[in-house]
């Protein structure tokens, strides 16, 4: 009888894990102007939705599918009337020019509210300044942090099948569907720096006849994978 496989502490774990690694690397691959994870992460906001709601039939598509280069939302909902703007830029510009760019809201027959996903972990001050409505909008912000508390308000049955979403479309090592382990995600980032580490230092003799292994110090290191400390203390924390 399946009785351990599926606690909701763990499958929580790895859906939160999951979606804070996916944000951060998106985040981080679009300053380097590489933007398919940006991209990706529309269908996966969309998925993601649907199952929530799932109840409500509330029929999220990416707007590609309906239009090419559709204003300002990047998900919709016409069953809900919500658009969605799935964004890296977690500022109040993002919000000020998605609004610039959608209609008003007299002109507008397919959504009546406007949310924003945020690739962040938590909603900076400045974000949680903008109130609902909005130029005439009700509007709904969302973090990692929002999003997770949706989620671990559901039932374990409707909890596992966001999980089962989530590890189908977020792929990293150790699903917890089958074993959870945090920790292997966190060493795997962690011997990779040191893997760097190794290949930025040569081994030679120092001056007392010690060997010299390392040239640049743990702090420098530290500051050269900032992105990735960032991660593995993010990690720790969930």
Known sequence: MERMEYLPEKMLESIT??????????RTLSKENRN???VSAEDFVAGLFNILHEEEGPGYVNTNTI???????????????????????ATTKKI??????IPSPEDNRDYAEVFFVFQISDLPESLKKIKSPYRGYKVKLFSAAEILREVAALDPAHLKKVCEYVERNIVTPSAVTVNIDV???VFSILFNSLNDFLKD????????GEEVIYKTSPSEKKEKYTKDWVLLQQLYKD
Do not use: W
């Open 17 to 26: 894990s999951r979606i804070i690694i996916f944000f951060s690397t998106n």
């Open 36 to 38: 398919n994870g940006t």
């Open 67 to 89: 239009k090419k280069n559709y204003p300002g939302i990047d998900v919709l909902s016409i069953a809900k009337k919500q658009g969605i703007q799935v964004t890296v830029d």
């Open 96 to 101: 000020k020019s998605t609004f610039d760019a």
């Open 183 to 185: 920790d292997a995600e």
């Open 201 to 208: 230092s040569s081994v030679g003799d120092s001056p007392e």
